[in-house]
């Protein structure tokens, strides 16, 4: 069930980052509320210009050209309230990357950094699930060690691209399956937007349905 206008944009006190620098990134709300538009659309750069990553960045502070500092080689950029997972799918040629797309966009594969494991303190975050959020669970949501898998507490946002290309803001993901013992760790992750994703032009051209 798609959720749109109920994303918890609020990290618990339970589940809140660690103690972050001043003027880092993990001490600034990411602006959830104003992403929905652009959901299953391409995010271009002003100008046409090739700072894709930033550009998201920088609409995510709702300060449009003027990206909060940021670690640009990073696929997992952390703010105060979200996590947020750029991922390339193909690259410039076509060519697959291990990050997939399953069962029609439904789902995608990803993969943590080497050095992460499942207590990794944003792994966690990502991860940890709410006992009291009502999610509506298909028979295909259990983990690998056959629990229920919830909400995370957390909002993990995903934007995807063809390598070279614009970010396509893909909206929420739960978690479906974590494989935590082999490395790097793998996450097969739920697209709750999925039924709007599926009329998304940019979607739809990106997963190849």
């Known amino acids: 069930q798609e959720q749109k206008g109920e994303v918890r944009s609020e990290a618990s006190s339970a589940n809140a980052p660690p103690l972050a620098a001043p003027g880092s990134l993990r001490t600034m709300n990411a602006q959830v509320e104003s992403l929905w538009c652009w959901l299953g659309k391409h995010i271009v750069p002003p100008g046409g210009g090739g700072a894709m990553k930033a550009s998201v960045m920088a609409l995510v502070a709702g300060t449009p050209g003027r990206p909060p500092r940021h670690n640009k080689y990073s696929g997992i950029q952390e703010w105060r309230n979200a996590v947020l997972l750029f991922v390339n799918v193909r690259g410039k040629a076509g060519s697959l990357y291990p990050n ?24 966690e975050r990502m991860l940890v699930r709410d006992p009291h959020q009502q999610v509506e669970r298909s028979e295909n ?31 929420q993901l739960r978690a479906s399956d974590v494989q935590a013992n082999v490395r790097p760790l793998k996450v097969l992750w739920e697209l709750t937007h999925i039924s709007t994703l599926k009329q998304c032009q940019a979607f739809i051209q990106l997963v190849g349905i």
């Not at 990803?110 to 944003?122: D, E, L, Y």
């Not at 690998?144 to 993990?156: E, H, K, M």
């Open 100 to 123: 997939l797309f399953l069962k029609g966009g439904n789902h995608m594969t990803w993969f943590a950094q080497p050095s992460q494991t499942i207590h990794s303190p944003v792994i």
């Open 141 to 171: 949501d259990i983990d690998s060690n056959g629990g229920s898998v919830s909400q995370s507490t957390c909002p993990v946002l995903l934007f995807c691209r063809q390598e070279g290309e614009p970010y396509v803001f893909c909206g």
